[in-house]
């Protein structure tokens, strides 16, 4: 017994002087394509620090409908992982920046050289007077429709409007033909909120949508009613068994050749590669029909929390994800395009250098729906009421709801 004390006396004497020990990394990446990528920057990690273990906690769930709540019980318990996934914007800075329970990363960036080494609209979605408060390890786009290729070769479909009612109308030819037209799995309700947000875009442009945050936009807005509409037609063309099937087994809908279409951020487009399939060859995506010239960002960055129990690896953590190796290594395999800017383009498919050049001149559009526009409050009430008109149809509730919310949430 002696014995064996002494060795971990010497082993944690070892640790403290010659770096190791540990670093718990939280997340929601836990399969369906999310897994592969955070695989791909661990082993970056590893190979820089081979002496530091990963404990990766993750809460599966997509959109980390389940993890946030995990997540904010430890962080209100002074519990916290070394690191953890938060996307930009209100997610962060609402829940747990002006709380006090962040520590500032601006002078670690400068420190690393690489401080003006991202976008600026991701940054100051990261940021909070004036300084950094999570680094950025990707840009997700939220406004896609993924398209079976052989299916709308079947249907004699050779071009996909993009525009609502001529959308709906290739929708009905694909029903008639004996697909599912859409492919919807809204099981975690997120899903729902993230089709319903795609759409507002559309009725709103991105500027009116964007007023909704800025205090420009009323949510009395005619677009928000026509987006309800839209969303309820959509309604008549997705699987009856969308409401017990996740984001995953949706899209996979489309890979098993059962459906013609899937809105879904590109993530869908990372799982469909690691499934084995090759953009522009089996599969094709669009912008969600009235979203051309903007982009939905959704950014999924990494934190330091105060009092995280291994402070010295967390921040090399940071420093790997923040780096150009780690995003390469992260993005081609997620779907994402690398928040750096100075990330090798050579390594990414077709479709992520499509979604480059957009993210580099379209309008952004933050997503609720990936807490980046409103804080959790508001998101927690569309994705509920959205639940409820699904179920009701009952369009002048959905409408009060939400309006309440935002008056509660966002005004
Ligand atoms: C988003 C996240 C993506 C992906 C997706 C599905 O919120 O930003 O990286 O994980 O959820 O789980």
């Not at 949510?219 to 959509?234: K, N, S, T, Y």
């Amino acid at each position: 017994m002696k014995r064996l004390l002494v060795l971990l006396v010497v082993l944690l004497s070892f640790a403290v002087v010659f770096g190791g020990g540990v670093v718990e990394i939280f997340s929601w990446w836990t399969g369906g394509g999310e897994e592969e990528g955070l695989f791909a920057i661990f082993e970056v990690f590893n190979e820089w620090y081979p002496d530091v273990e990963i404990i990766n906690a993750t809460v599966a769930g997509g959109a980390g409908f389940a993890a946030k709540a995990v997540l904010k019980t430890r962080m209100l318990g002074g519990n916290p992982p070394d690191s953890f996934q938060v996307h930009g914007g209100m997610e962060l800075i609402d829940t747990y920046v002006v709380t006090g329970l962040m520590e500032p990363l601006s002078d670690h960036l400068k420190e690393w050289g690489i401080y003006d080494k991202f976008p600026s609209a991701i940054m100051d979605i990261c940021s909070y007077n004036g300084l950094v408060y999570s680094i950025p390890v990707n840009v997700h786009r939220g406004n896609v429709v993924f398209i079976n290729n052989a299916i709308l070769e079947d249907v004699g479909i050779e071009r996909v409007p993009d525009d609502w009612p001529g959308f709906i109308e290739v929708l009905k030819k694909i029903k008639d033909a004996g697909y599912i037209p859409l492919a919807l799995g809204d099981k975690d309700k997120w899903e729902a909120a993230h089709l319903f947000e795609s759409i507002l875009i559309s009725t709103l442009g991105a500027y009116n949508y964007n007023g909704l945050w800025e205090g420009r936009t009323s949510f009395d807005h005619p677009g928000i009613e026509e987006a309800v509409d839209i969303f309820h037609e959509l309604m008549n063309y997705v699987n009856d068994d969308h409401a017990a099937l996740t984001w995953q087994e949706a899209t996979r809908l489309v890979f098993d050749g059962e459906a013609a279409f899937n809105v879904m951020g590109d993530w869908a487009m990372g799982y469909l590669k690691t499934l084995g399939w090759t953009p522009g060859v089996e599969f094709s995506w669009m912008t969600v029909p009235g979203t051309k010239g903007t982009f939905m960002v959704v950014t999924d960055t990494f934190g330091l929390p105060k009092n995280a129990p291994n402070r010295e690896n967390a921040l090399k953590w940071l420093k790997v994800i923040a780096s150009v190796e780690g995003q390469d290594a992260f993005n081609p395999i997620k779907g994402s395009i690398p928040a750096r800017v100075d990330a090798n383009k050579e390594l990414y498919d077709d479709y992520l250098v499509w979604s480059m050049n957009d993210f580099a001149t379209n309008a952004l559009c933050p997503s609720i729906a990936h807490g980046s526009a409103a804080a959790e409050g508001f998101i927690t009430a569309l994705n509920d009421a959205l639940n409820l008109f699904i179920a009701n149809q009952n369009k002048a509730q959905f409408l009060r709801t939400l309006r309440n919310a935002a008056g509660e949430y966002v005004y």
